[in-house]
């Protein structure tokens, strides 16, 4: 049976079309098309959006549609990828921060033996939607939280022990409130290596200095416009996670609160428009199609929330079991 999420079909698996879809001339064309992007006959899951009558899949990868992609390259390329493989990670990260890696066809990720404790847990991710705010997420049970940018501005999360968490490329190493929070906690710090703008070589030496055996750099090869939230839910499941309950993880809220940057600071970056509301609903659906695949659990907090792009996707897959 095709699926049908956030207004998007799937109308074509494993090398042929769903049989239950009617296939009509403007879904052939828009498949067409997408088969003049990849410039090959698909062999992975092709969706169709019936709000933009366009058609979209994990093999538009960012060679083959920069402006709309969510995987930095195809599976079985990553690893010798020229521009962002392992060549990639050694230069920007591993030359200065340890060569010691996993690699593996999905991500390649430091070897720190303290990410080998979330296997079969339950990890709670925070992230800077507006859910994290409006939602009441505090009593939820699990054994790890993660967050990620500016976790340390939130008012709830500053005085939590967040295990592990994301730096974003705005974060500034030597941040006062940061660093005092990383005194305070023993939170491991990873840096994504595909995201820009990179941190100075020297800076980050000096980071890993400070706290020791804390520091690592991950890289999977799923990237996309949808933030650290979609990453983290990635790295847990590469971890061997049991459940990720996550909250925060909205998709593209448009004008509305920022969780983690203060009460004024809203999502209303000059390119959030209507335009990328339909980018960011489709590369949730990519998103999904593709963490389902994993024997990871997940549980949607903020499902229900007017800005939260996965409700109608969690509802049908793992529908939300506590409140």
């Known amino acids: 049976m095709s699926k049908n999420w956030n207004n998007c079909i799937e109308i074509y698996k494993d090398g042929d079309f769903v049989d239950n879809i009617d296939v009509d001339r403007s879904m052939f064309m828009a498949w067409q098309k997408y088969v003049n992007v990849i410039r090959q006959e698909p062999y992975l899951n092709v969706w169709y959006d019936t709000k933009t009558g366009s058609c979209f899949g994990p093999e538009q990868d960012f060679y083959k549609n920069p402006e709309d992609f969510s995987f930095f390259s195809q599976r079985d390329g990553f690893k010798d990828n020229p521009f962002w493989g392992t060549k990639h990670v050694a230069e920007k990260f591993g030359d200065f921060l340890g060569n010691n890696t996993i690699?593996?066809?999905?991500y390649i990720l430091q070897d720190l033996d303290s990410l080998k404790k979330y296997k079969n847990s339950t990890i709670l991710v925070v992230a800077a939607g507006p859910s994290t705010i409006d939602v009441d997420w505090e009593n939820t049970e699990y054994d790890y939280i993660w967050s990620c940018t500016k976790f340390f501005m939130n008012d709830k999360l500053k005085n939590l022990d967040i295990d592990l968490v994301t730096v974003g490329g705005n974060v500034d190493l030597d941040d006062d409130d940061f660093n005092e929070y990383l005194?305070?906690?023993?939170?491991?710090?990873?840096?994504?290596?595909?995201?820009s703008p990179f941190k100075k070589p020297e800076d980050m030496v000096e980071f890993k200095y400070r706290y020791p055996n804390r520091i690592f750099y991950y890289h999977p090869r799923y990237f996309s416009k949808l933030g650290a939230g979609a990453r983290l839910l990635c790295l847990g499941s590469f971890l061997g996670a049991k459940e990720?309950?996550?909250?925060?993880?909205?998709?593209?809220?448009?004008?509305?609160?920022?969780?983690?940057?203060?009460?004024?600071?809203?999502?209303?970056?000059?390119?959030?428009?209507?335009?990328?509301?339909?980018?960011?609903?489709?590369?949730?659906?990519?998103?999904?199609?593709?963490?389902?695949?994993?024997?990871?659990?997940?549980?949607?907090?903020?499902?229900?929330?007017?800005?939260n792009q996965n409700t109608n996707i969690s509802r049908q897959e793992f529908p939300l079991s506590e409140k």
């Open 244 to 307: 990720i309950k996550f909250v925060g993880f909205d998709g593209n809220p448009v004008d509305r609160s920022h969780s983690f940057e203060g009460v004024d600071k809203v999502h209303g970056e000059s390119w959030r428009n209507s335009s990328t509301n339909d980018l960011y609903r489709r590369q949730t659906v990519l998103l999904w199609d593709y963490l389902l695949q994993f024997d990871t659990k997940f549980q949607n907090l903020g499902e229900g929330h007017p800005a």
């Open 103 to 106: 690699v593996e066809d999905e």
């Open 183 to 195: 005194s305070n906690h023993n939170t491991l710090c990873g840096f994504e290596c595909g995201v």
